[in-house]
């Protein structure tokens, strides 16, 4: 059985006066999740074990984010979390302060058998 890409969510998290990745990016992380709704393992009668959950967390400081604590903000499947340079900083001189802004990936994988899915013969046609 070969892995196949169902899903990809993008999301945005700040920390504006902590200096917080770890923050910020699960913030990110529930922005992304927000954006989706997974009906299909209802629906199909898959099991969300089977999901693998993959989270590309961008920062300025990728070392700073704790991967345990992103990881734990994800409800479903078996999570997989890499922190790489990215998302922004924002130098706020008048407050002396670190604005950190985050950006979230997640990519959702089930093992699909091959011609397990097809296009049904409705969904082929054209209308005009």
């Not at 899903?7 to 945005?12: A, F, K, Q």
């Not at 629906?43 to 989270?55: I, K, P």
């Not at 991967?67 to 922004?88: F, H, M, N």
Request: proline share 2%; with cysteine.
């Amino acid at each position: 059985m070969t892995e196949k890409r169902i899903i990809l969510e993008m999301g945005s998290g700040n920390d504006l006066y902590g200096c917080d990745y770890t923050k910020a990016a699960c913030r990110a992380v529930q922005d992304a999740l927000h954006h989706s709704s997974i009906v299909l393992f209802k629906s199909l009668g898959y099991d969300h074990r089977d999901m693998r959950v993959q989270v590309t967390i961008g920062v300025q400081d990728p070392d700073k984010v704790d991967i345990v604590r992103v990881c734990a903000e994800l409800p479903r499947g078996r999570a997989e979390v890499t922190a790489v340079l990215g998302g922004l900083n924002v130098h706020d001189a008048e407050q002396d302060a670190i604005h950190v802004i985050a950006t979230a990936a997640i990519e959702a994988f089930l093992p699909i058998e091959q011609g397990h899915w097809r296009l049904s013969d409705v969904a082929q046609r054209v209308v005009i």
